[in-house]
């Protein structure tokens, strides 16, 4: 029997969607302008182009202009780098995102730092990253905002929270630390070499798994009442069945102990996007020296 109280992230993401398309109309009709995101995707990867497709649909679906960029497998570093300058210069692109995985020929470093950090939506750039840690208003990557989120739909202030990240990716784990910082919790970031993990979960208020690893968080690691918020996305084949996707965190297990968690699939994953969304509109606001509402 689940103790837990199941975050919905479907529906979290679809407000927060809501909000932007709320505040997106607002910024037409205020400021003459409609913010516009641009997404780069080379080669056939086809959980990528699901991806982008996706991206594409949402949004347009919050009134924002959507940029698609096709180019094939082939395409040289070069060209890409060409391609984000024009992006860079263009007025119209108030975000740009490039889809990775690059194929192999290509450095991604160097044609993710070659995005201007105003645009960087994804929150990958140095200055990004750097202006996170510092406390100056930054683009921040969209997989760790979506899981403040849904933290603070359950726990609006999470200060003083002992809060515990498996997984120090700079993705998702360390970004994940800094925005937790923000918000006043104690953080402990635990990887691979961390010793006796088990004991570390057990002390956290607030668990963020992000490990890569199906089921790795044990339900007895689970300090009772706490807020549990998965990261992973792991595809698990079942005998006989298609596969399905499992979290880093053993669901069932865990939510008799835990106050609230999140499933896999329906709970991180929608508000990957709805984030990338909330950055489009945070960076027009931020190139047209508006107030940052997003
Ligand atoms: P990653 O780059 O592979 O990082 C995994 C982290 O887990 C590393 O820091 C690693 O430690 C740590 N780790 C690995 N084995 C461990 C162990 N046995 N004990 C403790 N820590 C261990 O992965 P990622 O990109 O951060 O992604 C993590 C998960 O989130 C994946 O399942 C991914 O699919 C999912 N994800 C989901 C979304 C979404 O939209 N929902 C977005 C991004 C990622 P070391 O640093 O010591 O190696």
Known sequence: MSGASIIDGKAVAAQVRADIAGKVEALKSAHGFTPGLAVVLVGEDPASQVYVR????????????????????????????????????DAGVHGILVQLPLPKHVNSEKVLNAIDPAKDVDGFHPVNVGRLWVGEPALAPCTPTGSLILAKSVQENLSGMNAVIIGRSNIVGKPMAALLLRENCTVTVAHSRTKD??????????????????????????????????VGINRVEVPGGKAKLKGDVAFAEAAAVAGAITPVPGGVGPMTIACLLKNTLQAAQMQHGLEITA
């Open 54 to 89: 996706n991206k594409g649909q949402q949004t347009k679906e919050v009134g924002m202009n959507s940029i698609e960029h096709k180019l094939p497998d082939t395409t040289s570093e070069a060209e890409i780098l060409a391609l984000v300058d024009s992006l860079n210069k």
């Open 197 to 230: 993990i088990q004991s570390v979960v057990k002390g956290a208020d607030l668990v963020v798994a992000a490990v890569g690893i199906a089921e790795f968080v044990k339900g007895d690691w689970i300090k009772p009442g706490a807020i549990v918020i998965d």
